[in-house]
């Protein structure tokens, strides 16, 4: 089945720096990739994603990228602020329909 | 975006006993609702699959006779934690897709259980 490893798993930046978080997938199949924020003990909410047709989409301060072939697909989040802290999930959907997610990353923003 | 409603928040309760927890989307309907499982600090791991109107599928590993998940209509599952033990202690969370599959999914609040 689909596996999704996510690095780093612990990120803190300065605010204002930029953070990236990478994610891999093992199905080929896997045509639509979100990303998730969830803060402490809060449910996790949608921020971005990206199918499979496209290579990068961006929302603000917010883009994503996909590279199909290396089966690669990054978060990136620019001029970041002390309200982007929290844990980010990235996940991978294939043919089954399932949502699998990678393990996640604490990232910190420090003002 | 769409609202997926989760109750309770919170329970706790004694070994032995069974756990409901209800999964409610309130303004889309959901033909097909996830169930997940968040231990702290760690990832959302997929239990089953709940289709309206028919069995739930399970992932590998995950007691299908403990976790009893009822999809009874568009608009609300449910899952059962039967006989429930400390080590079932954990984040319990749905989604829910008006798309049918798992691509633009709406989480529920979640339910924390404590089991003592």
């Known amino acids: 089945g689909e596996n999704v490893e996510q690095h780093p798993s612990t990120l803190s930046v300065q605010e204002g720096d930029s953070a990236v978080i990478k994610c891999t997938y093992s199905?080929?199949?896997?045509?639509?990739f979100p990303w998730y924020k969830q803060e402490l003990g809060k449910r996790p909410q949608l921020i971005i994603d990206?199918?499979?047709?496209?290579g990068e989409k961006k929302d603000q301060r917010i883009a994503v990228t996909l590279n199909k072939t290396a089966k690669h697909f990054s978060l990136h989040i620019t001029e970041t602020q002390p309200e982007d802290s929290a844990v980010y999930f990235c996940?991978?959907?294939?043919?089954?329909?399932?949502?699998?997610f990678g393990t996640g990353t604490r990232l910190q923003v420090f003002p | 975006g769409a609202v997926v409603s989760q109750h309770p928040s919170w329970v706790i309760c004694k070994s032995g006993t069974s756990v409901k927890i209800e999964c409610r989307s309130l303004?889309?309907?959901?033909?097909?609702m996830f169930w997940y499982r968040q231990f702290p600090k760690q990832s959302l791991m997929l239990m089953a699959t709940?289709?309206?109107?028919?069995?739930?599928?399970?992932e590998q590993g995950v007691e299908k006779d403990k976790f009893l998940i009822n999809h009874a209509s568009l608009t609300l599952s449910t899952l059962t934690v039967t006989s429930a033990h400390p080590e079932d202690s954990s984040f319990y969370i749905c989604?829910?897709?008006?798309?049918?599959?798992?691509?633009?999914?709406?989480f529920g609040s979640g339910t924390q259980l404590s089991v003592l």
């Open positions: 989604s829910a897709s008006f798309l049918g599959r798992g691509e633009k999914l709406f």
């Open positions: 199905d080929s199949a896997s045509n639509y």
């Open positions: 990206i199918r499979s047709n496209v």
């Open positions: 996940a991978a959907e294939g043919n089954t329909d399932k949502l699998i």
């Open positions: 303004d889309f309907q959901a033909t097909t």
């Open positions: 709940s289709n309206e109107g028919s069995k739930a599928t399970y």
